[in-house]
């Protein structure tokens, strides 16, 4: 059973990860906030608070959302209270002026992180992983060609209908995510290792002996 202590997360992990699935896994199993940016955007231009409205006129004209209204996002979920009983972040802080940024916020509502979970796995294996995966797009259904193949070769088991590749699964344009990945948030593992927050999972192990990882780290 998970303990009583409030916990304040980020997870950080390459796509291929299994961030996703940790994700849920914690949000239901601890009752946290889970906040996702790219959700918070949608819904502030949906709702039209003056955020949405700000993000949207700069979406609309063809430019990238910078760091000020992706903290201003923030700062509104914390306002609102909807993470009083603890929150896990995905997909935030990519940069470290987000990182001061998200700590500035929590500073002034008296709270803090209380751990950045960093999901560590070999670049050839998300490659195996990502470049392997293969969709029936009616159903949803997804395959992999090695840990969970379809009875016939690119086939759905179900229909019969073709399966999909999505273009940018390809190992080369993998490959082109990861470093950026990368890139981006070398800085921030340093950041967070440095303020002694930062804990390490070996992400190639099974989903199951992942959470194992994340129930240890969280419970103790």
């Not at 603890?86 to 709270?111: H, M, N």
Request: glycine share 10%; charged share 30%; hydrophobic share 35%.
């Amino acid at each position: 059973m998970p303990n009583s202590k409030k916990h304040n997360l980020i997870l950080i992990g390459a796509p291929g990860s299994g961030k996703g699935t940790q994700c849920e896994f914690i949000k239901k199993e601890y009752g946290l906030a889970h906040l996702s940016t790219g959700d918070m955007l949608r819904e502030a231009i949906k709702n039209g608070t003056r955020i949405g409205l700000e993000a949207k006129g700069i979406i609309e004209s063809g430019n990238f959302v910078g760091d000020e209204i992706v903290l201003g996002l923030v700062k509104e979920k914390f306002d609102m209270g909807v993470c009083v009983n603890g929150f896990v972040l995905d997909g935030f802080p990519r940069t470290i002026p987000q990182a001061e940024g998200l700590a500035k916020i929590l500073s002034e509502i008296g709270d803090s992180l209380t751990s950045v979970i960093y999901f560590e796995i070999d670049d050839s294996e998300i490659i195996e992983r990502i470049s392997g995966r293969c969709t029936h797009p009616a159903s949803g259904r997804i395959y992999h060609v090695k840990y969970n193949p379809p009875k016939q070769p690119g086939i759905d088991d179900v229909t019969g209908e073709p399966l999909v590749w999505r273009d940018d699964d390809n190992p080369e344009a993998v490959k082109v995510r990861l470093d950026v990945f990368h890139k981006q948030t070398a800085p921030l593992v340093k950041f967070y290792d440095d303020l002694g927050i930062l804990k390490r999972v070996n992400a190639k192990l099974p989903p199951k002996e992942v959470t194992e990882q994340i129930k240890r780290i969280l419970e103790n």
